[in-house]
């Protein structure tokens, strides 16, 4: 099955750039080529594509603003960031909005495949550099001996995940997308410096939040 991808980027140099890295591959096809917001939605109205590559800096509205009008009206869209932004902050923001992957600039080929491969199968993708960013921002609060602030729904995400519940499973059980459990794991990960469910499990029994 191909997989029809677009490119929002106001540089004309990196959109043909990623146009030509990915022409050759029979996997996925370009829907269109966007230099900003206001071309980015018309082309989603003409023709809707399955992954969206998306950067943060346009001329007209800022990538996770667009991306947050984008995904309220087309809920089945994946967006991928693909950005030389680096703040954590700006990580943070677009998985808060559904965003389901974070990529650098910097990225080659077949990690740009990797990366689209999975947020077609509903899971969230984030380059090394911006996982350790994530982690080194919060390991810090995790390791002082404090318990780590959890909202209720994180809580339940927790619990849920300590059940080895899959993320479609959660999504069903607590009445939530996949795509918001997937935030809601991101978000307890970071506030517990974890890097992956074992490690979200083995803290959480640490600091007493199961």
Do not use: C, W
Request: glycine letters at 4%; hydrophobic letters at 40%; a negative charge.
């Amino acid at each position: 099955m191909v997989t029809k991808i677009a490119i929002t980027d106001d540089h004309e140099l990196v959109l043909q750039g990623i146009a030509t890295m990915l022409e050759n591959t029979s996997e996925v096809v370009i829907a269109g080529l966007y230099k900003n917001a206001a071309e980015t939605k018309q082309g989603m109205a003409d023709e809707l594509p399955d992954v969206l590559l998306l950067d943060i800096n346009l001329p007209d509205i800022n990538g996770i603003d667009l991306a947050k009008q984008l995904l309220k009206k087309y809920p089945d869209l994946k967006i991928l960031a693909l950005t030389n932004f680096e703040d954590v902050s700006f990580v943070k923001r677009m998985l808060k909005i559904g965003v389901q992957g974070y990529l650098l600039k910097n990225t080659d080929k077949l990690e740009l495949l990797t990366a689209i491969s999975t947020v077609l199968s509903d899971e969230v993708y984030l380059q090394s550099d911006i996982q350790k960013k994530l982690l080194s921002q919060t390991k810090k609060p995790a390791d002082n001996g404090l318990k780590p602030k959890l909202t209720r729904r994180e809580q339940d995400v927790l619990v849920a995940i300590s059940e080895e519940l899959t993320t479609q499973e959660i999504s069903e059980k607590l009445f939530i997308s996949p795509k918001t459990v997937e935030t809601h794991r991101m978000n307890i990960m970071s506030k517990l410096g974890a890097k992956n469910s074992v490690g979200i499990i083995k803290i959480a029994l640490e600091k007493e939040l199961l």
